[in-house]
């Protein structure tokens, strides 16, 4: 069981916003300052998405949107396109200098 | 900044592991350098990390099994993991801990497979 919770899948038609949430199962050590968003297809590299909750790095499309609410961190994916169908993850940096990651959501564009 | 990860791809029970990751584009004698793993079908598991002064952090679940090293000749970093079993089986990734906390760059991933 990953120390962070998402959905396994979501769907979205293209133009249309989609959510993926993710919560702490373990909230003691998630430093939630420090949740982070990656996009995977797999065979290739993870990208960084989002990173500190909200911020993007600086190549990121502003489509791309990270949020907060308790122990929840979410990420708004706007205006779907075809390419955004992939795996997306959460993670964040620990109280003890470690790594937890979400167990990845399946994104379908209709 | 370029991860690749090198490995044997196939290991057998209770045999050692060995993965290296070749780091291009950047030195490894900054930021901090993972390993991160992902079972066939589960999530994302952290495995451990160097720092670039050579400093060690192991998650508690593997530790009396796995080490970590760097080669700063070769701005390579290394693991082993010892007496693998067949729930070690996944993709294994590298990744770089950026300027701040966040894992900004990783390789694309070298499967391994625990298997007689």
């Known amino acids: 069981q990953s120390a962070l919770t998402q959905p396994a899948s979501v769907s979205g038609s293209p133009g249309q916003s989609i959510t993926i949430p993710c919560s702490a199962t373990t909230s003691a050590l998630v430093a939630f300052n420090y949740v982070s968003w990656f996009q995977h297809h797999p065979g290739t590299a993870p990208k960084l998405l989002i990173f500190?909750?909200?911020n993007r790095p600086s190549d990121i499309s502003s489509r791309f949107s990270g949020s907060q609410s308790g122990k929840t961190a979410s990420l708004t994916i706007s205006g779907l396109q075809a390419s955004d169908e992939a795996d997306y993850f959460c993670?964040?940096?620990?109280?003890?200098?470690?790594?937890?990651f979400g167990g990845g959501t399946k994104l379908t564009v209709l | 900044v370029q991860l690749r990860e090198s490995g044997p791809g196939l290991v057998k029970p209770s045999e050692t592991l060995s993965l290296t990751c070749d780091v291009s584009?950047?030195?490894?004698?900054?930021?901090?350098w993972n390993w991160i793993r992902q079972p066939p079908g589960k999530g994302l598991e952290w495995i451990a990390s160097?720092?670039?002064?050579?400093?060690?952090n192991y998650n508690p679940s593997l530790k009396s099994r796995v080490s970590i090293f760097s080669d700063t000749s070769k701005n390579q970093f290394s693991l082993r993991l010892a007496s693998v079993t067949s729930a070690d089986t996944a993709v294994y990734f590298c990744?770089?801990?950026?300027?701040?906390?966040?894992?900004?760059?990783w390789g694309q991933g070298t499967p391994v497979t625990v298997s007689s």
């Open positions: 584009g950047g030195s490894i004698t900054s930021y901090h």
């Open positions: 160097i720092s670039y002064s050579g400093n060690t």
């Open positions: 993670a964040s940096y620990t109280t003890t200098s470690s790594w937890v």
């Open positions: 500190d909750v909200y």
């Open positions: 990744a770089r801990e950026g300027d701040a906390v966040y894992l900004d760059f």
